[in-house]
Protein backbone atom coordinates (compact mmCIF):
# COMPACT_ATOMS: atom_id res chain seq x y z
CA UNK A 1 0.00 0.00 0.00
CA UNK A 2 2.65 2.74 0.68
CA UNK A 3 3.86 2.04 -2.86
CA UNK A 4 0.94 3.77 -4.07
CA UNK A 5 2.11 7.23 -4.18
CA UNK A 6 -1.43 8.97 -2.45
CA UNK A 7 -1.58 6.72 -0.01
CA UNK A 8 1.97 7.24 1.32
CA UNK A 9 1.40 10.89 1.55
CA UNK A 10 -1.90 10.33 3.37
CA UNK A 11 0.40 8.18 6.03
CA UNK A 12 3.02 10.57 6.21
CA UNK A 13 0.36 13.70 6.71
CA UNK A 14 -1.55 11.65 9.44
CA UNK A 15 1.76 10.73 10.75
CA UNK A 16 2.76 14.41 11.09
CA UNK A 17 -0.13 15.32 12.28
CA UNK A 18 -0.92 13.27 15.45
CA UNK A 19 2.51 13.89 16.60
CA UNK A 20 1.61 17.33 16.45
CA UNK A 21 -2.16 16.28 18.15
CA UNK A 22 0.09 14.43 20.91
CA UNK A 23 2.77 17.44 21.69
CA UNK A 24 -0.61 19.75 21.68
CA UNK A 25 -1.90 17.51 24.62
CA UNK A 26 0.83 17.15 26.72
CA UNK A 27 2.14 20.92 26.55
CA UNK A 28 -1.63 22.16 27.09
CA UNK A 29 -2.14 20.34 30.00
CA UNK A 30 1.10 21.42 31.45
CA UNK A 31 0.83 25.13 30.97
CA UNK A 32 -2.63 25.30 32.00
CA UNK A 33 -1.91 23.10 35.26
CA UNK A 34 1.60 24.83 35.63
CA UNK A 35 0.07 28.23 35.69
CA UNK A 36 -2.88 27.88 37.35
CA UNK A 37 -2.95 24.83 39.94
CA UNK A 38 -5.99 23.94 39.38
CA UNK A 39 -7.58 20.51 38.36
CA UNK A 40 -11.06 22.18 37.51
CA UNK A 41 -9.32 24.82 34.98
CA UNK A 42 -7.96 21.02 33.46
CA UNK A 43 -11.41 20.02 32.96
CA UNK A 44 -12.46 23.30 31.36
CA UNK A 45 -9.46 22.23 28.70
CA UNK A 46 -11.11 19.13 28.25
CA UNK A 47 -14.24 20.57 27.36
CA UNK A 48 -13.18 23.20 25.42
CA UNK A 49 -11.61 20.16 22.99
CA UNK A 50 -14.86 17.82 23.32
CA UNK A 51 -17.20 20.90 22.80
CA UNK A 52 -16.42 21.51 19.10
CA UNK A 53 -16.27 17.82 18.13
CA UNK A 54 -19.53 17.11 18.93
CA UNK A 55 -21.05 21.29 18.15
CA UNK A 56 -18.49 20.98 14.12
CA UNK A 57 -18.87 17.25 13.49
CA UNK A 58 -22.22 17.15 12.01
CA UNK A 59 -21.73 20.24 9.80
CA UNK A 60 -18.28 18.73 8.99
CA UNK A 61 -19.78 15.69 7.79
CA UNK A 62 -21.64 17.69 5.11
CA UNK A 63 -18.99 19.60 3.59
CA UNK A 64 -16.91 16.43 3.22
CA UNK A 65 -19.72 15.46 0.72
CA UNK A 66 -20.14 18.78 -0.80
CA UNK A 67 -16.79 19.85 -1.64
CA UNK A 68 -13.19 18.68 -2.05
CA UNK A 69 -12.15 16.56 0.89
CA UNK A 70 -8.04 17.00 -0.06
CA UNK A 71 -8.97 20.61 0.35
CA UNK A 72 -10.76 20.24 3.42
CA UNK A 73 -7.81 18.91 5.15
CA UNK A 74 -5.22 21.00 3.85
CA UNK A 75 -7.11 23.91 5.08
CA UNK A 76 -7.90 22.44 8.36
CA UNK A 77 -4.10 21.67 8.59
CA UNK A 78 -3.09 25.43 7.75
CA UNK A 79 -5.94 26.35 10.39
CA UNK A 80 -4.55 24.41 13.00
CA UNK A 81 -0.51 25.93 12.10
CA UNK A 82 -1.90 29.13 12.01
CA UNK A 83 -3.54 29.11 15.28
CA UNK A 84 -0.75 27.58 17.36
CA UNK A 85 1.64 30.28 15.58
CA UNK A 86 -0.34 32.91 16.69
CA UNK A 87 -0.43 31.44 20.19
CA UNK A 88 3.44 30.77 20.38
CA UNK A 89 3.75 34.37 19.79
CA UNK A 90 1.01 35.35 22.43
CA UNK A 91 2.77 33.16 25.16
CA UNK A 92 6.13 34.33 24.23
CA UNK A 93 5.35 38.00 23.95
CA UNK A 94 2.70 38.41 26.55
CA UNK A 95 2.78 35.26 28.72
CA UNK A 96 -0.15 33.02 29.90
CA UNK A 97 -4.21 33.57 29.69
CA UNK A 98 -6.35 31.08 30.39
CA UNK A 99 -8.81 32.78 27.93
CA UNK A 100 -6.66 32.63 25.04
CA UNK A 101 -5.52 29.00 26.12
CA UNK A 102 -9.18 27.77 25.95
CA UNK A 103 -9.51 29.82 22.58
CA UNK A 104 -6.72 27.96 20.84
CA UNK A 105 -7.85 24.80 22.41
CA UNK A 106 -11.62 25.06 20.62
CA UNK A 107 -10.00 26.24 16.87
CA UNK A 108 -7.78 23.16 17.19
CA UNK A 109 -10.49 20.88 17.87
CA UNK A 110 -12.71 22.46 15.90
CA UNK A 111 -10.49 22.13 12.64
CA UNK A 112 -9.49 19.01 14.14
CA UNK A 113 -13.32 17.61 13.76
CA UNK A 114 -13.31 19.41 9.95
CA UNK A 115 -10.12 17.27 9.04
CA UNK A 116 -11.02 13.64 10.02
CA UNK A 117 -14.37 13.25 8.66
CA UNK A 118 -12.91 14.35 4.83
CA UNK A 119 -9.75 12.18 5.97
CA UNK A 120 -11.30 8.87 6.70
CA UNK A 121 -13.76 9.33 3.43
CA UNK A 122 -11.16 9.90 1.44
CA UNK A 123 -9.63 6.80 1.59
CA UNK A 124 -12.10 4.74 -0.61
CA UNK A 125 -11.22 6.70 -3.74
CA UNK A 126 -7.45 5.61 -2.78
CA UNK A 127 -7.61 1.95 -2.07
CA UNK A 128 -9.80 -0.63 -3.86
CA UNK A 129 -11.99 -2.00 -1.16
CA UNK A 130 -10.29 -5.26 -0.55
CA UNK A 131 -7.61 -3.67 0.93
CA UNK A 132 -8.98 -0.95 3.42
CA UNK A 133 -9.39 -3.10 6.23
CA UNK A 134 -5.48 -2.70 5.67
CA UNK A 135 -4.99 0.48 5.07
CA UNK A 136 -7.57 1.74 8.29
CA UNK A 137 -5.24 -1.20 10.25
CA UNK A 138 -2.21 0.76 9.21
CA UNK A 139 -3.43 4.15 9.43
CA UNK A 140 -4.78 3.73 13.34
CA UNK A 141 -1.62 1.92 14.22
CA UNK A 142 0.64 4.78 12.83
CA UNK A 143 -1.53 7.34 14.93
CA UNK A 144 -1.15 5.77 18.25
CA UNK A 145 2.65 5.08 17.46
CA UNK A 146 3.00 8.61 16.58
CA UNK A 147 0.81 9.77 19.57
CA UNK A 148 3.40 7.49 21.90
CA UNK A 149 6.58 9.50 20.44
CA UNK A 150 5.00 12.76 20.48
CA UNK A 151 4.11 12.60 24.27
CA UNK A 152 7.72 11.96 24.61
CA UNK A 153 9.17 14.40 22.93
CA UNK A 154 6.60 17.11 24.13
CA UNK A 155 7.66 16.13 28.10
CA UNK A 156 11.30 16.41 26.70
CA UNK A 157 10.99 20.16 24.87
CA UNK A 158 8.78 20.78 28.45
CA UNK A 159 11.90 19.38 30.26
CA UNK A 160 15.01 20.84 28.53
CA UNK A 161 13.93 24.19 26.65
CA UNK A 162 10.30 24.96 28.00
CA UNK A 163 6.72 24.95 26.68
CA UNK A 164 6.88 27.96 24.14
CA UNK A 165 9.13 26.14 21.54
CA UNK A 166 6.70 23.35 22.15
CA UNK A 167 4.21 24.82 20.57
CA UNK A 168 6.01 25.86 17.73
CA UNK A 169 7.23 22.32 16.72
CA UNK A 170 3.44 21.29 16.95
CA UNK A 171 2.42 24.21 14.13
CA UNK A 172 5.24 23.09 12.39
CA UNK A 173 4.23 19.04 12.21
CA UNK A 174 0.81 20.70 10.71
CA UNK A 175 2.59 22.86 7.89
CA UNK A 176 4.11 19.76 7.29
CA UNK A 177 1.04 17.49 6.81
CA UNK A 178 -0.23 20.21 5.07
CA UNK A 179 2.63 19.81 2.13
CA UNK A 180 2.20 16.18 1.78
CA UNK A 181 -2.01 16.53 0.94
CA UNK A 182 -0.78 19.38 -1.62
CA UNK A 183 1.19 16.57 -2.93
CA UNK A 184 -1.96 14.19 -3.61
CA UNK A 185 -3.73 14.93 -6.68
CA UNK A 186 -6.97 17.01 -6.40
CA UNK A 187 -9.33 14.41 -8.47
CA UNK A 188 -8.91 12.29 -5.55
CA UNK A 189 -10.13 14.23 -3.47
CA UNK A 190 -13.31 14.95 -5.20
CA UNK A 191 -16.28 13.78 -3.88
CA UNK A 192 -19.45 13.01 -5.33
CA UNK A 193 -20.70 16.62 -4.93
CA UNK A 194 -24.17 16.48 -3.32
CA UNK A 195 -26.25 17.89 -6.42
CA UNK A 196 -29.57 19.66 -6.42
CA UNK A 197 -31.82 19.57 -9.11
CA UNK A 198 -32.11 22.43 -11.48
CA UNK A 199 -33.37 25.56 -9.57
CA UNK A 200 -32.71 23.93 -6.27
CA UNK A 201 -30.89 25.06 -3.57
CA UNK A 202 -30.12 22.32 -1.02
CA UNK A 203 -29.63 23.91 2.32
CA UNK A 204 -26.89 22.36 5.26
CA UNK A 205 -29.63 21.08 7.53
CA UNK A 206 -31.24 19.15 4.46
CA UNK A 207 -27.92 17.79 3.60
CA UNK A 208 -27.57 16.67 7.03
CA UNK A 209 -31.02 14.87 7.65
CA UNK A 210 -30.25 12.80 4.32
CA UNK A 211 -26.84 11.55 6.13
CA UNK A 212 -28.74 11.28 9.33
CA UNK A 213 -31.72 9.26 7.46
CA UNK A 214 -29.53 6.87 5.67
CA UNK A 215 -28.41 5.15 8.75
CA UNK A 216 -31.42 5.57 10.32
CA UNK A 217 -32.74 3.78 7.42
CA UNK A 218 -30.33 1.28 7.43
CA UNK A 219 -30.73 -1.31 10.33
CA UNK A 220 -27.20 -2.78 11.12
CA UNK A 221 -25.65 0.97 10.89
CA UNK A 222 -28.39 2.23 13.02
CA UNK A 223 -27.91 -0.66 15.93
CA UNK A 224 -23.99 -0.10 15.69
CA UNK A 225 -24.42 3.65 16.42
CA UNK A 226 -26.83 3.75 18.51
CA UNK A 227 -25.41 0.52 20.64
CA UNK A 228 -21.65 1.45 20.58
CA UNK A 229 -22.60 5.07 22.14
CA UNK A 230 -22.30 3.51 25.72
CA UNK A 231 -19.08 2.06 25.39
CA UNK A 232 -17.75 6.00 24.55
CA UNK A 233 -19.35 6.61 27.53
CA UNK A 234 -18.21 4.10 30.01
CA UNK A 235 -14.39 3.69 28.16
CA UNK A 236 -14.29 7.39 29.39
CA UNK A 237 -14.94 6.35 32.88
CA UNK A 238 -12.29 4.25 32.80
CA UNK A 239 -9.18 5.50 30.70
CA UNK A 240 -9.65 9.13 32.03
CA UNK A 241 -8.92 7.98 35.29
CA UNK A 242 -5.80 5.62 34.79
CA UNK A 243 -3.42 7.68 36.67
CA UNK A 244 -5.84 7.37 39.30
CA UNK A 245 -5.54 3.31 38.76
CA UNK A 246 -2.74 3.39 39.26
CA UNK A 247 -2.22 4.77 42.69
CA UNK A 248 -4.93 2.81 44.11
CA UNK A 249 -4.38 -0.37 42.47
CA UNK A 250 -0.32 -0.59 41.91
CA UNK A 251 2.66 1.16 42.83
CA UNK A 252 1.48 4.99 42.04
CA UNK A 253 4.92 4.80 40.33
CA UNK A 254 5.58 7.42 37.36
CA UNK A 255 6.89 4.76 35.09
CA UNK A 256 4.56 2.14 35.69
CA UNK A 257 1.54 5.38 34.73
CA UNK A 258 3.54 5.58 31.72
CA UNK A 259 3.50 1.84 30.82
CA UNK A 260 0.17 1.74 30.99
CA UNK A 261 -0.81 4.56 28.68
CA UNK A 262 1.71 3.03 26.23
CA UNK A 263 0.07 -0.23 26.94
CA UNK A 264 -3.12 0.70 25.35
CA UNK A 265 -1.40 2.18 22.04
CA UNK A 266 0.79 -0.35 21.55
CA UNK A 267 -2.57 -2.69 21.59
CA UNK A 268 -4.49 -0.65 19.94
CA UNK A 269 -1.68 -0.70 17.25
CA UNK A 270 -1.79 -4.43 17.26
CA UNK A 271 -5.44 -4.72 16.96
CA UNK A 272 -5.72 -2.44 14.12
CA UNK A 273 -2.72 -4.49 12.02
CA UNK A 274 -4.65 -7.56 12.79
CA UNK A 275 -7.81 -6.82 11.26
CA UNK A 276 -6.76 -6.86 7.39
CA UNK A 277 -4.76 -10.46 8.57
CA UNK A 278 -8.08 -12.00 9.11
CA UNK A 279 -10.62 -10.03 7.12
CA UNK A 280 -12.44 -9.23 10.30
CA UNK A 281 -15.22 -7.34 8.42
CA UNK A 282 -16.52 -10.58 6.91
CA UNK A 283 -18.29 -10.99 10.65
CA UNK A 284 -18.14 -7.31 11.27
CA UNK A 285 -21.43 -7.20 13.71
CA UNK A 286 -20.14 -9.82 15.74
CA UNK A 287 -16.78 -9.10 15.80
CA UNK A 288 -17.61 -5.39 16.89
CA UNK A 289 -19.97 -7.16 19.56
CA UNK A 290 -17.40 -9.74 20.95
CA UNK A 291 -14.65 -6.97 20.93
CA UNK A 292 -16.86 -5.11 23.41
CA UNK A 293 -17.76 -7.81 25.82
CA UNK A 294 -14.04 -8.64 25.73
CA UNK A 295 -13.11 -5.37 26.78
CA UNK A 296 -15.57 -5.09 29.54
CA UNK A 297 -13.99 -8.54 30.76
CA UNK A 298 -10.43 -6.65 30.62
CA UNK A 299 -11.81 -3.65 32.67
CA UNK A 300 -13.17 -6.00 34.89
CA UNK A 301 -9.46 -7.25 35.36
CA UNK A 302 -8.28 -4.02 35.99
CA UNK A 303 -10.44 -3.94 39.03
CA UNK A 304 -9.35 -6.69 40.79
CA UNK A 305 -5.86 -6.36 39.43
CA UNK A 306 -3.25 -5.68 41.99
CA UNK A 307 -0.02 -6.85 40.43
CA UNK A 308 1.70 -4.69 37.38
CA UNK A 309 2.61 -6.70 34.89
CA UNK A 310 -1.57 -8.60 35.04
CA UNK A 311 -2.71 -5.02 35.06
CA UNK A 312 -0.47 -4.24 31.67
CA UNK A 313 -1.87 -7.59 30.09
CA UNK A 314 -5.36 -6.66 30.85
CA UNK A 315 -4.27 -3.10 29.38
CA UNK A 316 -3.09 -4.11 26.25
CA UNK A 317 -5.99 -6.55 25.75
CA UNK A 318 -7.99 -3.39 25.97
CA UNK A 319 -6.28 -1.52 23.47
CA UNK A 320 -5.98 -4.81 20.93
CA UNK A 321 -9.61 -4.83 21.42
CA UNK A 322 -10.12 -0.91 20.50
CA UNK A 323 -8.08 -1.31 17.70
CA UNK A 324 -9.96 -4.03 16.37
CA UNK A 325 -13.44 -2.62 16.41
CA UNK A 326 -11.99 0.89 15.45
CA UNK A 327 -10.44 -0.83 12.60
CA UNK A 328 -13.13 -2.88 11.29
CA UNK A 329 -16.16 -0.41 11.74
CA UNK A 330 -14.15 2.04 9.49
CA UNK A 331 -13.60 -0.02 6.67
CA UNK A 332 -16.76 -1.47 6.55
CA UNK A 333 -18.33 2.12 6.81
CA UNK A 334 -15.95 3.01 3.89
CA UNK A 335 -16.75 -0.62 1.84
CA UNK A 336 -20.57 -0.12 2.06
CA UNK A 337 -21.61 3.47 2.12
CA UNK A 338 -21.91 5.46 -0.64
CA UNK A 339 -19.23 8.22 -1.58
CA UNK A 340 -22.26 10.88 -1.89
CA UNK A 341 -23.20 10.48 1.85
CA UNK A 342 -19.75 8.80 3.37
CA UNK A 343 -18.64 11.82 4.90
CA UNK A 344 -21.89 12.83 6.73
CA UNK A 345 -21.96 8.96 8.08
CA UNK A 346 -18.57 9.38 9.62
CA UNK A 347 -19.59 12.10 10.67
CA UNK A 348 -22.74 11.20 12.55
CA UNK A 349 -20.72 8.59 14.21
CA UNK A 350 -17.62 10.62 15.40
CA UNK A 351 -20.51 12.76 16.91
CA UNK A 352 -22.57 10.20 18.31
CA UNK A 353 -19.40 8.93 19.90
CA UNK A 354 -18.30 11.80 21.34
CA UNK A 355 -20.90 13.04 22.52
CA UNK A 356 -20.84 10.55 25.73
CA UNK A 357 -17.42 11.28 26.67
CA UNK A 358 -17.96 14.14 28.80
CA UNK A 359 -21.06 12.42 30.70
CA UNK A 360 -18.61 9.46 31.32
CA UNK A 361 -15.80 11.70 32.58
CA UNK A 362 -18.20 13.46 35.38
CA UNK A 363 -20.03 10.15 36.43
CA UNK A 364 -16.86 8.65 36.29
CA UNK A 365 -15.15 11.05 38.77
CA UNK A 366 -18.02 11.10 40.95
CA UNK A 367 -18.21 7.02 41.67
CA UNK A 368 -14.21 7.18 42.23
CA UNK A 369 -14.71 10.20 45.17
CA UNK A 370 -17.46 7.84 46.82
CA UNK A 371 -16.79 4.72 46.03
CA UNK A 372 -13.16 4.64 44.78
CA UNK A 373 -11.39 3.27 41.10
CA UNK A 374 -11.80 0.05 42.05
CA UNK A 375 -15.88 0.07 42.01
CA UNK A 376 -16.22 2.59 38.95
CA UNK A 377 -14.08 -0.07 36.68
CA UNK A 378 -16.36 -3.19 38.16
CA UNK A 379 -19.19 -0.91 37.37
CA UNK A 380 -17.92 -0.03 33.79
CA UNK A 381 -16.23 -3.09 32.68
CA UNK A 382 -19.52 -5.20 34.09
CA UNK A 383 -21.53 -2.45 31.94
CA UNK A 384 -19.43 -3.39 29.09
CA UNK A 385 -20.36 -7.04 28.95
CA UNK A 386 -23.58 -6.58 29.19
CA UNK A 387 -23.99 -3.62 26.41
CA UNK A 388 -21.27 -6.14 23.82
CA UNK A 389 -24.04 -9.64 24.83
CA UNK A 390 -27.33 -6.84 23.84
CA UNK A 391 -25.61 -5.88 20.78
CA UNK A 392 -24.28 -9.95 19.73
CA UNK A 393 -28.63 -10.48 19.82
CA UNK A 394 -29.51 -7.81 17.75
CA UNK A 395 -30.40 -8.67 14.30
CA UNK A 396 -29.00 -6.20 12.61
CA UNK A 397 -25.36 -6.24 14.22
CA UNK A 398 -25.61 -10.04 13.48
CA UNK A 399 -26.19 -9.41 9.90
CA UNK A 400 -23.91 -6.70 9.30
CA UNK A 401 -21.24 -8.61 6.81
CA UNK A 402 -18.84 -7.07 4.16
CA UNK A 403 -17.36 -10.24 1.50
Request: hydrophobic letters at 55%; aromatic letters at 8%.
Amino acid sequence: MLADPSFLRLFSAAAASSLGAAIFVVSVAWTVYRETGSALDITYVGLAGAVPTVGIGLVAGVLADRYNRRTMMILSDSARAVALTLFTVWLARVGFDLGVTLATVVVVYGFTATFQPASSAILPRMMPSRDLEDANGLLLATSQGTQVVGAAVGGLLIAFVGVVPGFAVNAGTYVVSALFLTRIPSRVGASSVVSAAAGEVRSFSRDLREGMGYIRDRLPLLEITLGSMPVNFLGAMVFSFLVVYNASNLSNRTSEYAFLVAGIAAGIALGALAVGRFHARRVAGPTIALGILVAGLGVVGLALSRDFYLSLGFDVLIGVVIGLINTVFAATVQAIVPDRVLGRVLSVDLVAGSIATPVGIILGGLLITARGVEFDYLVSGAAMCLNGGVLALLKGVRSLRVP
